[in-house]
């Protein structure tokens, strides 16, 4: 079965750094793309950052480019992503998503809260 | 602003069949060739229910079918049911390696 469980969320300030990471398993993890998307409560999902399946090739959306980073271990089944200079309007329940087939993702995690205030 | 224009809400009544519809305003999207349609359910994550415009993915009804002319995707669902009111959600994988989200629809079963 397939599971993603993503951790690393809480209270943070403005400024403040988080690391985000999402275990994977029931899967070759090492053979896919893998998503970070975000949701406000009450709005639609946001695309944050995507990377290949060796970790050489990343992307980002240009609201967090320059502030996050994607990463993966693969011998560890993990992804990850560090978040620095957080600002408030990044306060959003973060998934992260095995990608299935070009941008579909067929498995989500149950999501981490990131709450970025004073 | 989304690139994805969805309608904000559709409605339908048990049985019948509705079309939540996803247009592209941006060029980024290319050939529009690799849309996907999310199902959420509320305080649940969103559930893949169509990928690359119609091809449905191991598990989920035929009664939800895509399509697309032009620049306009489309998610049918035929033979409504009361367990598909929720909110849908296009997306796309742009020739930029972006992925860009339509900002929903919420589907009400009457």
């Known amino acids: 079965e397939v599971q993603l469980v993503e951790s690393g969320g809480g209270l943070v300030q403005p400024g403040g750094s988080l690391r985000l990471s999402c275990a994977a398993s029931g899967f070759i993890f090492s053979s896919y793309w893998m998503y970070w998307v975000r949701q406000v409560p009450g709005k639609g999902p946001v695309w944050v950052s995507l990377?290949?399946?060796?970790?050489?090739?990343?992307h980002y959306a240009d609201s967090v480019r320059g502030r996050f980073t994607i990463s993966r271990d693969n011998a560890k089944n993990t992804l990850y992503l560090q978040m620095n200079s957080l600002r408030a309007e990044d306060t959003a329940l973060y998934y992260c998503?095995?990608?299935?087939?070009?941008?579909?993702?067929?498995?989500w995690g149950q999501g981490t809260l990131v709450t970025v205030s004073s | 602003q989304s690139a994805l224009t969805q309608p904000a809400s559709v409605s339908g009544s048990p049985g019948q069949s509705v079309t939540i519809s996803c247009t592209a305003t941006?060029?980024?999207?290319?050939?529009?060739?690799?849309v996907s349609w999310y199902q959420q359910h509320p305080g649940k994550a969103p559930k893949l229910m169509i990928y690359?415009?119609?091809d449905r993915p191991s598990g989920v009804s035929d009664r939800f079918s895509g399509s697309k002319s032009g620049n306009t995707a489309s998610l049918t669902i035929s033979g409504l049911q009361a367990e598909d009111e929720a909110d849908y959600y296009c997306?796309?994988?742009?020739?930029?390696?972006?992925?860009?989200f339509g900002g929903g629809t919420k589907l009400t079963v009457l």
């Open positions: 941006s060029s980024d999207v290319g050939d529009y060739n690799h």
């Open positions: 997306s796309s994988f742009t020739s930029s390696s972006i992925l860009l």
């Open positions: 690359d415009v119609s």
């Open positions: 990377i290949n399946p060796d970790g050489r090739t990343t």
């Open positions: 998503a095995k990608d299935l087939h070009w941008g579909a993702s067929d498995y």
